[in-house]
């Protein structure tokens, strides 16, 4: 009867173990799904009249020091020098968002981080 527990014990951890296996695989393979934005920070108080705005330092827009009102998060821009245009301040759905400095904005898949953006 012992023989059979030792048993019954090592077939449930080896399926776990399986199952663990499977299920981070799976994880990994959705994130590769995702798109990959990026944002800048930005003042989004003074818009420049060909449409642009001027980004500032990511801590403006960090949102553990608790986000500054004028500045927001500007998405898919295109960046020229010291400014930004042709993006988008509604955050992306469904994608991971880095700023230009490799700061993780939210993650896409499993993980991804909620939060406001401008």
């Not at 949102?63 to 042709?86: D, I, M, N, P």
């Not at 993780?104 to 991804?112: A, E, L, N, P, R």
Request: hydrophobic share 30%; charged share 25%.
């Amino acid at each position: 009867m012992a023989e059979t527990r030792k048993s019954s014990k090592a077939i449930t951890l080896t399926a776990l173990g399986v199952v663990s296996v499977l299920v981070v695989g799976y994880c990994s393979a959705q994130n590769d799904d995702y798109e990959e934005v990026g944002a800048d920070c930005v003042d989004l108080d003074t818009r420049l009249p060909d449409g642009s705005y001027q980004v500032v330092d990511d801590d403006y827009c960090d949102e553990a020091r608790g986000s500054h009102h004028a500045y927001g998060w500007y998405y898919g821009g295109v960046r020229t020098g010291a400014r930004v245009l042709q993006g988008t301040t509604v955050r992306p759905a469904e994608a991971r968002i880095t700023s230009r400095n490799g700061h993780v904005i939210q993650k896409g898949g499993f993980g991804g981080r909620g939060g406001g953006g401008s």
